[in-house]
DNA sequence: GGTAGACCTGGACGC
DNA sequence: GCGTCCAGGTCTACC
């Protein structure tokens, strides 16, 4: 079955596959060319779907292997609206952003949205997974999650979905350690799917908070394995651009363009950038750097 | 508020 | 093949 989802214009679907790395974990998936994304989702009503989205005028349109109920129809609908920041508006970063060269091909290109998971759950431990371990890790921890704890396409069992907070709330800590290869990180997931799991913690009400950029990540620090870069980059996907996920990479390239190369630490980093205000954390992520 | 050490794994390197 | 060192953020204890 097909649903075309309408976008608010400009949107480029390969700008959004491209925004970050996450099209290069599970499920996720997409063509060389990127104007293709696939991924693997379970809806509410328990059932695993595998979908693919390319571009079309005026939005996308949205293939799915299985035909679904009209309220899945509709669920499945919003998570897509969702994870590809459908409504999304950035037209006052364009407008900041025209006099800046280095930041010319954001409008061009309709830069802006960053791709998202399903759920906030998904993305938290997507995040931590990126933490304190090369990139290949991450691919490495993230593959023996799906692998180990994602729910089976029916019609193809090999093809799972990233595992929902129920699935790891149920899964054992020591063999998220060992087997996935999760290390001190194995409690932090499990702690989250737990709280997650028994309602005590409702991150999915966190994708339509109105709270201020510092109340939320103040609560995302909250959060077992969370820190500084964690939250910045958490923000963003929330669509708050007011910090910058500083990471080893961060200040390499902010010292190579901003500082001669010198040594510099975050402040460094958020004084570069300071100027951009509430889209400091966009125009830091859009940013051409010199190589 | 700032700092040091521990956490865990994979990869690079030397032997 | 084995051992050692290092990189990658966050947590905790301490000052």
Redesign the pocket.
Known sequence: MELFLPARQPFVLDSVIQSHGWVQLLPFGSDEQYTSLSYVLEIDAGDVVAISVQETPGGVRVQVDSPLSSVAQSELAGKIAWMLGLDMDFSSFYSQASGEPKLATAAQRARGRILRSATIFEDVVRTILT????W??TK?MVKALVDMYGAPLASNPEIKAFPTSPRLAAADVEKL??EG?L??RAPYIHELAQRADSGELDLEALKANSLPTPELRKRL?M?????????ANLLMLLGHYDFIPV???ALKMVSNEFYSGNPIGRKEVEAAFERWGEWQGLAFWLWEWTE
């Open positions: 933490t304190n371990t090369t290949s890790g490495r350690r060992k290869k290390g001190y620090l959060l077992k394995g969370v820190g500084d870069y964690a939250a990471d080893s990479w």
